[in-house]
C-alpha cells in the first residue's frame, strides 16, 4: 500500500508471535456513517479531517467524499458539511478569522483513491492509495480553503496524475 504519512499501520503480537495488523479495512457494504461521514446531498457521504498532528476537535482541513464526484458537488457538500457538523454559516473561515481576511480561492478537488481503515475501537483512519491496490475505494478530496496548502496534502494531479485526476 502507498500511504503518503497520514496513516500508519498499528499491529500487535499474536499468541503465535507473529505480528497482525490490529485493524481491519471497511468496504463499501458497510454503512460509511459508522465511519463519521455524514450522509448529505441525497447520499453522499462526507468528513472532515484534520491535520495528522492536530488535536482531537479541531477543524478540518480536508474534506473526502466516498465516490467520484463533481468539483461543485464538493464544494456543496463539504458547505452542508460544515454547516451540519460545526454549525458554520460561513464555511470558508474558522471560527475567530477575520470575515475581511482575503481567502485563498477555493482549491480544486480531486478523484483519487483511499483506503479506509477500522480499528477495533471504532476509530478510523484514511491512507491514500493507487486504483487497483487491496481494499482502494474511489474518494473525492479537496483541502479546505482557510487551511494552508500544507496542512494537508492530497495526491496532485500535477504531480502523479496515475494517483490522481482533477475533478471537473
Known sequence: MTTTGLHDLATSLGDDGTTHPVERIWTSDQDPAVLGFTPVLGG???TGLPTPDADPGDHPALF???GHHRW????HAAALYMQ??????RWCLYPGDDP??????IPRAVHTHAAI??????TWTLAWDRPGEPGAVPVTAMRHPAALATAASTPDPDRDPQA????S
Open 44 to 46: 453522499l457521504y462526507i
Open 64 to 66: 473526502v467524499l466516498l
Open 72 to 75: 461543485a458537488t464538493t464544494i
Open 84 to 89: 451540519r457538523a460545526h454549525a458554520w454559516t
Open 100 to 105: 475581511g481576511d482575503v481567502i485563498p480561492r
Open 117 to 122: 481503515h477500522c480499528h477495533p475501537e471504532d
Open 164 to 167: 490522481a485526476l482533477w475533478a
